[in-house]
């Protein structure tokens, strides 16, 4: 029984869902907030590579908007920071269709505030584990 979960688990953990990348603009191409330079390629999720079971808020947007980026995901502001995710991806004018090119780079997160721990709803800190995400450590 604790192979099949461990097994369960890892599997979970490999799979960061590329193809919800270009389902995003700039899904590619988001910056890693704890690591400038860097790309974060999991965006729904609190792993920068990697699925994890707890999505970020963008994430839980996403699920809701059925994997489709629409005006009012775009229009949304799944963190909280005060950017819209549209703002923070690269498409401040919700004009962005699956393959096209963004009108802007991405500049930040759409699930995890900009800057770190500025917003009081979200308890994310880099490196958490599990819940730790979520309810913070
Ligand atoms: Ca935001």
Redesign the pocket.
């Known amino acids: 029984m604790n192979k099949l979960i461990i097994f369960s688990i890892c599997i979970a953990v490999v799979m960061a869902h590329p193809e919800y990348q270009q389902q995003i603009p700039n899904g590619a191409a988001v910056p890693d907030p704890c690591n400038p330079g860097s790309i974060w390629l999991a965006v729904g999720h609190y792993k920068p590579t990697q699925h994890t079971q707890q999505k970020n808020p963008f994430g839980q947007d996403f699920i809701a908007s059925g994997h489709v980026w629409t005006t009012s995901l775009c229009q949304a502001?799944?963190?909280?920071?005060?950017?819209?995710?549209g703002e923070?991806l690269g498409d401040p004018n919700c004009v962005w269709t699956v393959g096209a090119t963004p009108e802007q780079n991405a500049t930040?997160h759409?699930g995890i505030c900009n800057p770190l721990g500025s917003c009081s709803m979200e308890k994310f800190t880099c490196g958490c584990e599990g819940f730790a995400c979520v309810f913070g450590k």
Do not use: V
């Open positions: 502001d799944s963190d909280g920071d005060g950017a819209t995710n923070e930040g759409p």
